[in-house]
C-alpha cells in the first residue's frame, strides 16, 4: 500500500472516530436540553399564584444558565454531529419544547 493511500485510510477512519464522537456527544446534550426543559416546565406547572411564579422564576434561572451552555456546547459540535442528533430527538425536543411553553403560558395566567 502507498503512503498516499495509507494516509487516505487514517484520514478516513480519523473522520469516522470523529463524527461518531460528536454524534454521542450530540445526543448527550441533546438528552439534556430534553430533561433541563422539561425541568423547568415542571417549576413552572408548580404556579398557583404570584409568589410560586417569583419562586418557580428563581428555580428555573440556574436551569435556564444549563440550557444556555448546552446551547453554547451543541453549536461547538461539528455541524453534521449537531444536525444528526437534532434529527435523532426532533420529537423529544419538541414534546418538551411545547410542555414548557404552555406550562409557562399558564403560570403567567395563574400569577396574575
Given at each position: 500500500?502507498?503512503k498516499?493511500?495509507?494516509?487516505?485510510?487514517?484520514?478516513?477512519?480519523?473522520?469516522?472516530?470523529?463524527?461518531?464522537?460528536?454524534?454521542?456527544?450530540?445526543?448527550k446534550?441533546?438528552?439534556?436540553?430534553?430533561?433541563?426543559?422539561?425541568?423547568?416546565?415542571?417549576?413552572?406547572?408548580?404556579?398557583?399564584?404570584?409568589?410560586?411564579?417569583?419562586?418557580?422564576?428563581?428555580?428555573?434561572?440556574?436551569?435556564?444558565?444549563?440550557?444556555?451552555?448546552?446551547?453554547?456546547?451543541?453549536?461547538?459540535?461539528?455541524?453534521?454531529?449537531?444536525?444528526?442528533?437534532?434529527?435523532?430527538?426532533?420529537?423529544?425536543?419538541?414534546?418538551a419544547?411545547?410542555?414548557?411553553?404552555?406550562?409557562?403560558?399558564?403560570?403567567?395566567?395563574?400569577?396574575?
Amino acid at each position: 500500500m502507498g503512503k498516499s493511500m495509507w494516509y487516505g485510510c487514517v484520514l478516513f477512519t480519523l473522520a469516522i472516530v470523529v463524527t461518531g464522537c460528536g454524534s454521542k456527544a450530540g445526543d448527550k446534550l441533546m438528552k439534556e436540553k430534553v430533561e433541563v426543559l422539561n425541568s423547568m416546565a415542571a417549576e413552572f406547572e408548580k404556579v398557583t399564584n404570584k409568589a410560586s411564579m417569583e419562586k418557580a422564576l428563581s428555580e428555573t434561572k440556574a436551569l435556564g444558565n444549563k440550557l444556555d451552555q448546552i446551547e453554547k456546547d451543541l453549536v461547538a459540535l461539528p455541524p453534521e454531529a449537531r444536525e444528526a442528533a437534532i434529527v435523532a430527538h426532533k420529537d423529544e425536543l419538541e414534546k418538551a419544547t411545547a410542555r414548557f411553553a404552555a406550562a409557562k403560558e399558564q403560570a403567567r395566567k395563574k400569577a396574575k
